[in-house]
């Protein structure tokens, strides 16, 4: 039975923010599309001349920067962003070898460092890491009891699953926590490791590190329930996964 409870009106939370300065366009768009992918929303330049312009506009968490730039080069562009009351997260991209460069770049007050060409899944990692190092301690959580998606309900409290024409379907321990994992990431592309990393963190019970096969097994769980479940959830090719629905809290 689904405890009543009076709606909380959620603020959607912004998308951590990244500027990517890079005069190699094709590696610019690529990083820039895989950072979307993955819930960010990436502003990509090629050179210097619009730093301030893009810091101006808004806020920006996380700045990768290329040394090797037209113009102003990326140490210099450093400097300047290190010398800001709010400055940003900064993480330096030099050509592999170049050390002199590195130990500059971090010298100046750079956070990180990564040689070019840059892997976008090891340089997600590194904004991830710079994010947890760097974020405010939490405030208290606004009250909410579950989730709502396509007419499906998920109970916290009382660990329940409701199809949307009220069937209750049985979870496991784990199939509950993988759950309620994509019903908090709605739409934002989920790899294993992140799976595994939000699942630990509210779980003490031990979790196949087998992510698909335990997705699997929930994906024909509720489309045994409601034919539709198939739906919840898309398969991104050597990314992830997405839960795709709206989800609301209440």
């Known amino acids: ?67 090797m730039l037209p113009g102003e080069d990326g140490l210099s562009i450093c400097r300047r962003l290190t010398a800001r009351e709010a400055r940003p997260a900064i993480i330096m991209l030099s050509a592999a070898g170049e050390d002199a460069d590195r130990i500059v770049g971090l010298e100046l007050g750079a956070d990180d460092y990564l040689p070019k060409p840059a892997n976008p899944r090891e340089l997600l990692a590194r904004i991830r890491a710079l994010m947890r190092r760097s974020a405010p301690p939490s405030e208290p959580a606004q009250p909410y009891v579950g989730y709502e998606f396509s007419g499906w309900t998920l109970s916290i409290w009382a660990r329940e699953l409701q199809t949307p024409d009220g069937v209750v379907v049985p979870l496991t321990g784990s199939e509950f926590a993988l759950l309620r994992t994509f019903a908090e990431h709605p739409r934002e592309v989920l790899d294993r490791d992140r799976v595994l990393s939000l699942v630990r963190g509210k779980s003490s019970f031990a979790f196949d590190r087998a992510v698909d096969l335990q997705l699997s097994r ?25 839960f795709v629905s709206a989800v609301r809290r209440f």
Do not use: C, W
């Open 1 to 67: 039975m689904i405890l009543a409870k009076e709606s909380v009106s959620v603020e959607p939370k912004r998308k951590l923010t990244v500027l990517l300065v890079d005069d190699d366009e094709k590696l610019r768009q690529l990083v820039a599309e895989f950072l979307q992918r993955h819930g960010m929303e990436v502003i990509a330049i090629p050179d210097g001349k619009e730093v301030d312009a893009a810091m101006a506009r808004q806020t920006i968490d996380v700045v990768v920067l290329d040394v």
């Open 218 to 242: 929930l994906r024909r769980k509720l489309t045994a329930a409601y034919g539709e479940a198939g739906n919840l959830f898309r398969t991104v090719r050597n990314e992830g996964y997405i």
